[in-house]
């Protein structure tokens, strides 16, 4: 475990000042001063890490915004990581919206604006015959997790091109807050394969590629020469793709998930965290989970993601798979999603009702929207995907909870602004009867007397314990089981398990407990599905244990 012995240590001076994974600031020792060559450089006190805490959360403190609040917190990583994820670690619940979700929706927005110094890599298309060169300018040689993003639908606010850089940026440094990764071991990466966004198109003071997205053979054929790059660099890193397109994402997934080790978070990382907290939702009423009936608005890549999952954990609980597929409304654009559409996506094929089934439910015209839904399918499960803020309407709410004893309503959609409902109305709107878990941060809701609490049923809960549990056993695929374990352990975590009054998630306080038992249970899927070493489970304990980094000083030897 990382904290116990010296470090060797090569850079001086003014070097390791700048060097964040090594900057100590004020509390290098006299004799680490002395050897470094650091006298002069530092005021005279030698402080503690404690007090460097007490004065780093202070000057967040300082910042009026949540927005300053990221810049100071990114300049803060910038500067010293340890003395960052361990001011992270203290105040999680508070500095997590800061660090990503919903804050790091503006700092994309605003990602050239608020450039200060490197981070990561940027992969940009006009450079394509010099992805090696690029490559080995990566700034570290042992990297065990990526995350890397085209920019092309940065949570529900689209197209950020460049400035999609800071999804990995806020990724990986939950891989290290609440997974517990050595965050000298971990890469965001870019692929600048332009933007569609006029604004940035327009910005004087944009970073990026200047040029409308490519597409098509050019598109992929970018992407397999990226992927070889990476295999080549770093054979066995753990690779997780975020924030690409639909018309992408499944795609990409499927080209190389038996090729690498690999995921897609907002596919399989989502569809896992909501498949954990469903699970728990059901327990509390009292229900079976091959008891639900399950209505979607919005059917991309998340939200056919998450019924796929959901329909394997109704078959993996006794359901055939024509009984579970008949569970599932898919509501997008063009409405309920049946058989006699054309245009439809690989990814929403299986999930589509037969025409003959639906004909007639259309309240207007052909269309047959989410409320002709509820009126007919009778769900018990509403899940929002959609981006589109308030579509969860009074109307559709109400009308569910008629039929349903507790309904169990999931307005997804990041950042907040993109919500489909707020809880506080859901609440209200049901007389207190919902279950409900959103994809951003909302206070706990007060409804005559009694206080709910809003799980944030976000992939924070799932992928930094995944990776910790992939990197730690050596596994060399993830799969759809390895997947569900990682959803059942978060469910079996959740204080509503053992309080009728609890929270459909673990607190956030907690996190880093729940990312270990994750860990141990994809680990553990891992090898009794033959993609990961056998071992014992005393022996996959002490490897877990080995893994994980924290943030602590420890002694420094020149070298």
């Known amino acids: 475990m990382s904290g116990a012995g010296s470090i060797d240590v090569t850079e001086r001076g003014s070097t390791l000042l700048y060097n964040p994974l090594l900057n100590k600031a004020t509390a290098f020792s006299y ?8 006298f002069g450089l530092l005021p005279p006190h030698i402080e503690d890490l404690e007090s460097q805490i007490r004065r780093a959360y ?29 001011l992270i670690g203290r105040y999680i619940t508070e500095m997590l919206p800061l660090v990503y979700t919903p804050t790091v ?88 394969v332009g933007t569609n966004n006029e604004e940035r198109l327009k910005d004087p003071l944009y970073i990026g590629w200047r040029n ?75 229900s079976k989970i091959t008891d639900m009936r399950v209505a979607f608005l919005g059917a991309g890549s998340a939200g056919c993601g998450i019924a796929m999952q959901i329909r394997r954990g109704m078959v993996r609980n006794g359901l055939s798979e024509a009984e579970a597929a008949e569970r599932f409304f898919m509501v997008d654009r063009q409405g309920l999603l049946h058989d006699g559409m054309t245009g439809l996506l690989d990814i929403q094929k299986p999930l589509v009702q037969p025409k003959d089934k639906v004909a007639g439910w259309a309240s207007e015209g052909e269309t047959i929207s989410l ?123 959740a204080p509503i398990m053992s309080d009728p009054n609890g929270s459909l998630l673990a607190h956030l306080e907690d996190i880093q407990e729940v990312s270990r038992d994750i860990a141990v249970a994809v680990a553990r899927e891992a090898q009794e599905q033959g993609h990961a070493p056998e071992t014992s489970a005393e022996e996959l304990d002490a490897k877990i244990k080995a893994k994980i980094w924290e943030p602590v000083y420890r002694p420094y030897r020149a070298v």
């Open 31 to 38: 004799e680490e001063r002395d050897e470094l060559g650091l």
């Open 58 to 86: 202070q000057a967040v403190g300082t910042k009026n915004t949540p927005m300053g609040k990221h810049i100071y917190l990114r300049q803060l990583q910038d500067t010293n990581e340890t003395l960052f994820y361990a």
């Open 105 to 192: 929706g503006q700092a994309c927005q605003q990602f050239s604006e608020i450039y200060r110094r490197p981070r990561g890599l940027f992969v940009p298309y006009p450079r394509r015959n010099v992805m090696h060169k690029i490559m080995e300018n990566a700034p570290l040689d042992h990297v065990e997790a990526i995350v890397v993003t085209d920019g092309e639908r940065i949570l529900g606010l689209g197209d950020q091109g460049a400035g999609g850089l800071g999804i990995p940026i806020g990724k990986l440094s939950l891989y290290t807050a609440c997974g517990s990764i050595d965050p000298a071991t971990t890469l965001p990466i870019v692929l600048d």
């Open 212 to 286: 409308e997205r490519i597409s098509g053979q050019d598109y992929d054929d970018f992407v397999d020469l990226f992927v070889q790059s990476i295999k080549a660099r770093y054979p066995k890193v753990l690779l997780q793709w975020e924030d690409f397109a639909q018309q992408h994402a499944a795609p990409i997934l499927e080209r190389y998930r038996d090729r690498l080790l690999t995921f897609n978070d907002d596919i399989q990382g989502t569809a896992a965290v909501a498949y954990g907290t469903l699970l728990a939702a059901v327990h509390a009423t009292g």
């Open 371 to 493: 409320e002709d839904v509820v009126d007919n399918a009778r769900p018990n499960v509403l899940v929002g995907v959609s981006g589109q803020p308030n579509t969860f309407t009074e109307s559709i709410i109400r009308k569910l909870a008629k039929h349903a004893e507790r309904p169990i309503i999931f307005p997804l959609s990041n950042p907040t602004s993109r919500c489909e409902a707020a809880p506080e109305d859901i609440i209200n709107w049901t007389d207190g009867k919902a279950l409900v878990a959103t994809g951003s941060p909302f206070d706990p809701v007060t409804y005559k007397d009694k206080t709910f609490e809003i799980a944030q049923s976000n992939n924070v809960y799932i992928f930094p314990g995944l990776g910790l549990g992939v990197l730690a056993s050596g596994a060399r695929r993830i799969s759809n089981e390895m997947m569900m374990a990682a959803a059942e352990a978060l469910a079996a975590d």
